[in-house]
């Protein structure tokens, strides 16, 4: 007899069970826990990788301070290691020295100075040309210029001539044998400091490999007396740049002399090499400003291209001369100006004292009361931008813009940047960002990033005179008024970061103005890193935005569909189909987007834009006519036969379309409207012969789209001068059939509101019905009383439309035209005065794409959503007389709003991490406006394009790393708002 279900039920657990029940619970939790671990691991290396971009700087003491210099210095420079430099004394005397242990490695006065003493002295910021030098190929030569107590000027350059030296075993001298051999990694350490030997003018160090040493020799030479007559007076100031290029080249300079007696000189001369003679050959032409001044300058720069010259004097009154070509002569571009004076559009014109005065208490900097003075002027990296110091300690940085709506470039102050607690000495530039190392008279020292506005290092050094940086900005050498030199380690990798580089707008320079703006690459140095986030998230959230408006009415819809319409036969087909799509890779999608749908919408957009509209119209007048069919004859229609004839209708909307976009084009965008100005009258707008009649007499929807675009400078055609900011003015079609629909519209519910027309439709109906009132023929008298009513309905609006139109479009959309005076303009208000540029790679052909990555994911879960709602919620419906529409929008709908809503979100989560149809057919541009006829950039695809070549560890790829962050919290922040959305929905729901 067996044992009875009570037994069975009371029988014990056999260890068996228990062991599996617990190593499934614990691998249960430990597959848990180790998610949650990973996550959160993930989102903190994340972290730690952005962490340095805000970290502060690291700096220290690289030596002792050591006294070299027993007169004044003109000049100070270093190599790019750091290893040697080089002193200018005014007694004349140059120093050539070891920075590693403050060593003179020689101290000599060149013999083409004689007795005389240096007044002046200046050097090329960066290299101007490579030589060869003994063995050594491209050794870069940086532009020399010294100016003497007896009014001579010469030109020379100065060089470092790196070499190694190997020696065998037992080969090393012993004098080396000494030196300490560092390993790799502390070789490359910012504040490494190796000991050196001076032997035979070269500093000697040990590089990690063994035997082998680097040697650094600093070369000073005097190459040429410039011919400028001076009259023997004491030069006061100079400036100059010789462009770069090789020697034997033709080589052009420009070299600005101020003598003691205030006259102030420009020398251009054209260099050639003589091939015979091998000497040095010069064509000059002296130019005499001082006439062209207001006063003897204090300050002078002359830049790097030679094409602009800046003359600046303590009262703070600037000279700005220019020219186009080294061929030209220099011109006043414009009056001299103050920096010191306030400006219209900036700071609320307030003049530079209360600025500064402002900063200061800003700053928590007590005030100060001296006359205001210049006491230092200085281009950055590039020579675009201008820094000015002055005796109170502000700081104000200046470049070229556009002013005054003529094209002409000026002067304008565009950072008011931290002021110094003492009055400026000295502004040194960095040879390798747009940074500047500033000394003021208390001997504070601050390296400043003039694009990040941010103050990086801040050093106080008593008595120092001047700083300057190292030639790959990783140290700082300063000497104070003793002659001690002081030698400073700097690791600043990301000193161009700052909170408002990454989220706030920049006045680049050459930029009109200040914008948002990514653009981590550039052609050279000169260039400003633009690392604005701001427009990778903008155009993350752009293509999301075109995604859902394409995904979310077709998952949705579609999701509604087969949960509540579909026969259950199909639908075990369709489901299946739908979630299918969800595993087609991105790339494939990626790929057909960008080389086959994009090329193939550019020319039938317009047909495009009417079948959104006219084939939803299909469905919903067939829906209409379905629902007025006998029931006998909607039965003999299967699920089968429904779906080819949804398919037939499908077809038949699309080839509606066809056959209406090309009409719509030319009526709703024609070709005059985006026309080449010159063909177009200048006043009515109408082609100007019969051949542009003829050639304008289609439609053109690409460039109608910007062709109200305006000129962005003066032009002439056909005799008529178009000034700056003509457009030609359009979209009055478009806006006319707008107004019929919506004058139709009104007129239909103002015909509901009437009885007469009701009870006359009415009567007509009864009579063309006959004696089967459920019969097709009377179907066919509803339609084609239902279609004379609307085409009445549309007649009725047109009439009304033609005084309407006209009328709305002068009292809102007329402006004030450069030559047709009053015009009606409503593509202007559409697409802005700059227009719409159509691009093939845009928005709508991602949001396309991309929608049917999303469209799977939302579809799954709102039908399973819909199907899930208790099927007793529809029979109470159903059984209260609600037709089947009703009960699904009434009931089901609002009980499955929860997990439509969820759908949705992870949708957009979807569309917020694409990356490879982003990266293919998005055209990758970083803009800032929801435009959707052109392209974007997202930031999954900034990473994935740009993280394989960002350096390691540098400012791009931290900020990509930033940028990941960012989308992170993007996703959370949405998926967050959205739970607690879904969870009041579904309390909220759940009495249902």
Same mark, same amino acid.
């Given at each position: ?300 720069? $002359? ?276 979630? $299918? ?125 910007? =062709? ?66 459920? =019969? ?20 009725? =609006? ?195």
């Amino acid at each position: 007899m067996g044992s009875t279900p009570l037994e069975q039920y009371n029988r014990k657990t056999t260890l068996r069970v228990k062991l599996t029940d617990k190593a499934a619970g614990a691998g249960i939790r430990v597959g848990g826990l180790g998610v949650i671990f990973a996550v959160l691991g993930l989102i903190l290396f994340i972290a730690w990788q952005v962490f340095p971009l805000f970290g502060s700087v690291r700096y220290g003491r690289a030596t002792e301070p050591a006294a070299l210099a027993d007169s004044p210095v003109l000049l100070m420079h270093v190599d790019e290691y750091r290893r040697v430099g080089v002193l200018i004394e005014q007694s004349g005397f140059v120093i050539s020295f070891s920075t590693a242990d403050s060593s003179v490695i020689s101290r000599e006065k060149p013999a083409q100075l004689g007795d005389a003493t240096l007044t002046a002295a200046e050097i090329s910021l960066r290299p101007r040309t490579t030589r060869k030098v003994g063995r050594a190929l491209d050794v870069p030569h940086y532009h020399l210029l010294l100016g003497t107590s007896d009014g001579r000027v010469f030109a020379g350059t100065i060089a470092y001539l790196t070499g190694y030296e190997s020696y065998g075993l037992d080969e090393e001298p012993a004098e080396l044998q000494q030196l300490f051999r560092p390993e790799e990694k502390q070789f490359k350490a910012p504040d490494y400091m190796p000991e050196v030997v001076v032997r035979d003018g070269k500093v000697i160090e040990h590089v990690p490999t063994h035997g082998l040493y680097r040697t650094v020799q600093p070369l000073v030479k005097l190459e040429r007396q410039l011919d400028v007559s001076t009259g023997k007076q004491p030069i006061r100031l100079l400036a100059g740049q010789i462009n770069r290029a090789p020697d034997e080249a033709e080589r052009f300079t420009t070299t600005l002399v101020v003598s003691a007696d205030g006259r102030t000189r420009l020398l251009t001369e054209k260099l050639q090499l003589n091939e015979f003679t091998e000497e040095l050959e010069a064509e000059s032409e002296t130019t005499e400003l001082t006439g062209e001044l207001e006063a003897a300058p204090d300050f002078a720069l $002359v830049s790097e291209l030679q094409d602009e010259l800046i003359l600046a004097s303590r009262s703070g009154r600037v000279h700005h001369f220019g020219r186009s070509s080294e061929r030209e002569p220099f011109k006043l571009r414009y009056p001299a100006f103050s920096v010191f004076g306030g400006q219209a559009d900036a700071a609320e014109g307030w003049a530079w004292r209360d600025l500064v005065n402002e900063q200061r208490d800003e700053e928590g900097l007590p005030p100060i009361h001296d006359e205001l003075q210049l006491t230092a002027v200085n281009y950055l990296l590039g020579d675009r931008s201008i820094v000015f110091g002055d005796s109170r300690g502000g700081l104000q940085s200046w470049f070229k813009v556009i002013e005054g709506g003529e094209g002409e470039l000026r002067l304008k102050r565009i950072r008011n940047l931290p002021p110094s607690p003492a009055a400026i000495r000295a502004i040194s530039a960095s040879p390798i960002t747009k940074a500047m190392v500033v000394a003021d008279v208390a001997g504070n020292l601050r390296a400043i990033n003039n694009t990040a506005e941010r103050v990086y290092l801040e050093l106080q050094q008593e008595g120092a005179q001047q700083a300057v940086f190292g030639g790959k900005g990783d140290g700082l050498i300063a000497l104070d008024g003793q002659g001690r030199l002081h030698h400073w380690w700097v690791d600043a990798p990301h000193s161009e970061v700052s909170w408002t580089s990454l989220f706030g707008k920049v006045w680049y320079e050459d930029y009109p103005e200040a914008k948002y703006e990514w653009q981590s690459t550039g052609g050279t140095d000169d260039v400003e890193p633009k690392l604005s986030l701001v427009p990778l998230v903008m155009g993350t959230l752009k293509g999301a935005l075109y995604a859902l408006i394409f995904a979310i009415p077709l998952g949705v819809l579609a999701a509604i569909y087969t949960s509540e319409f579909m026969h259950r036969n199909m639908r075990a087909i369709l489901k299946p189909t739908m979630e $299918v799509m969800a595993s087609l890779p991105s790339v494939v999608l990626g790929f057909l987007a960008a080389l086959y749908f994009a090329p193939l919408a550019g020319p039938i957009m317009p047909t495009l834009v009417v079948a959104v509209i006219l084939v939803p119209a299909v469905f919903m007048v067939f829906g209409w006519i379905w629902q007025r069919c006998p029931p006998s004859f909607v039965g003999k229609f299967g699920p089968l036969r429904s779906t080819v004839l949804l398919f037939a209708l499908l077809t038949f909307g699309i080839w509606l379309s066809s056959m209406v976009g090309p009409r719509a084009e030319v009526y709703l965008f024609p070709a005059a409207e985006g026309a080449n100005p010159a063909l177009l009258d200048a006043v009515s707008f109408q082609p100007a012969t019969q051949e542009a009649a003829d050639r304008l007499a289609a439609g053109d929807f690409r460039t109608w789209t910007g =062709g109200g675009a305006l000129l962005p400078r003066e032009s002439e055609t056909k005799g008529v001068v178009l000034p700056k900011g003509w457009w030609i003015p359009g979209g009055h079609n478009l806006l006319f059939m707008l107004v019929t629909l919506a004058t139709t519209l009104l007129a239909g519910l103002a015909a509901r509101k009437l009885k007469f027309p009701g009870r006359v439709l009415e009567n007509v109906k009864q009579r063309l019905e006959g004696d089967n009132p459920a =019969g097709l023929r009377a179907v066919a008298a509803d339609i084609g009383i239902s279609l004379g009513f609307g085409a009445l309905l549309l007649g009725v =609006g047109l009439l009304l439309a033609l005084p309407a139109t006209s009328a709305l479009e002068w009292a809102f959309f007329s402006y004030d035209h450069p030559t047709a005076g009053r015009v009606a303009d409503f593509r202007r208000w559409i697409t802005g005065p700059e227009g719409w540029k159509f691009e093939q790679a845009n928005s709508l052909i991602v949001g396309f794409a991309m929608g049917f990555a999303v469209i799977p994911i939302i579809y799954t879960i709102a039908e399973d959503a819909l199907t899930s709602v208790p099927n007793q919620l529809r029979a109470a419906s159903l059984a209260c007389g609600a037709s089947r529409w009703q009960t699904t929008m009434r009931v089901v709908l609002p009980a499955a709003a929860s997990g439509i809503f969820s759908g949705i979100v992870i949708g957009l989560g979807r569309a917020l991490g694409e990356t490879m149809i982003v990266v293919m057919a998005a055209g990758g541009t970083p803009v800032m406006d929801l435009q959707p006829l052109n392209g974007f950039r997202s930031l999954s695809a900034a990473i994935a394009i740009e993280m394989p070549e960002a350096p390691h560890g540098g400012t791009l790829y931290r900020t990509l790393f930033m940028g990941g962050l960012l989308l992170f919290l993007m996703a959370f922040v949405i998926n967050t708002i959205a739970e607690v959305v879904r969870m009041r929905l579904r309390r909220k729901l759940s009495r249902l």
